[in-house]
């Protein structure tokens, strides 16, 4: 059976409704859910298509708790459970772990979104990691590796529609990465003299190295994918640097960019590959 094509107009309801037996009964996480955001446009597509736990992310309480409202003015019934998620702290990364450690339900699908917003000067954390790194990798990076037992607890062998054949579903890891990485410097991280928009291509390339590394490493245990999700995702320094803007910020509608609203953004996380039997991959592009 041949996957349905998307488009970049397609929607993250689209993609959804396509796969809407993928989703049912699934238990997904996302960080970064923010209303109006990607991620909180992810999080509403998979919650009208019947997954059975949708746990939104976010350092701020008030924030996460107006997606969920808005989550459940659309789909009453969805059951959205708000998670404290500060990926710039890595003890606060530590304490969302152990959270969700305790969790009763295994995650299928964690999907990656969250970034810190482009500043103009040099930023430390708390623990004195550079803010974009920390936030969009290091952090990550933590989570993924507390949480992987409740990842891999979702790993399932059912028998297949098909007579004489099984179905075996493999957890997946989703990283929302950028175009913007091949505009990168190409020099390495040095942590001593970052700056933008190195701070965030250095960070989302260390995504991409990431999913790699963690679909090696798992053995087929894990997919992980790293994606692009279409020219609104980048902040304004990096789709400058990437050719997505010109010099005076507007959007680049030549040489084949195609540029996506928020929603059509979300569709990428939904892309048709990300399968139980797929193997791992790399998608430079929405």
Not at 4 to 17: C, G
Not at 179 to 196: D, Q
């Amino acid at each position: 059976m041949s996957s349905p094509t998307f488009s970049s107009s397609s929607t993250a309801d689209d993609v959804a409704s396509a796969f809407s037996n993928e989703i049912a009964g699934k238990n997904v996480l996302i960080t970064g859910t923010s209303k109006n955001g990607i991620g909180f446009e992810t999080a509403l597509a998979i919650a009208k298509h019947g997954a059975n736990l949708v746990i939104i992310t976010g350092y701020n309480d008030q924030r996460l708790k107006e997606s969920e409202h808005a989550i459940k003015a659309q789909v009453p019934k969805a059951n959205i459970r708000r998670l404290i998620l500060d990926l710039a702290s890595l003890s606060a990364v530590r304490t969302a772990a152990d959270e969700v450690n305790s969790f009763p339900e295994a995650i299928h699908v964690l999907i990656h979104n969250a970034a810190a917003a482009i500043s103009s000067s040099f930023k430390l954390t708390i623990d004195n990691l550079e803010t974009q790194m920390a936030t969009a990798h290091i952090g990550p990076f933590l989570f993924t590796k507390l949480i992987l037992p409740k990842i891999l607890a979702s790993a399932s062998t059912s028998p297949s529609p098909s007579p004489g054949y099984t179905y075996t579903y493999t957890p997946r890891v989703v990283f929302v990465s950028s175009m913007a990485i091949l505009s990168g410097s190409g020099s390495g991280v040095n942590f001593e003299t970052i700056g933008k928009p190195d701070e965030a291509t250095q960070a989302k390339s260390a995504n991409v190295m990431t999913a790699l590394e963690l679909c090696k490493r798992s053995r087929g245990r894990v997919n992980a994918y790293s994606l692009h999700p279409g020219g609104q995702r980048s902040p304004r320094e990096l789709a400058q640097a990437s050719g997505l803007m010109d010099a005076d910020g507007k959007p680049n509608t030549t040489g084949g960019v195609e540029w996506k609203t928020l929603a059509q953004g979300a569709a990428t996380g939904f892309d048709p590959t990300l399968n139980g039997s797929s193997s791992s991959s790399n998608y430079p592009h929405g």
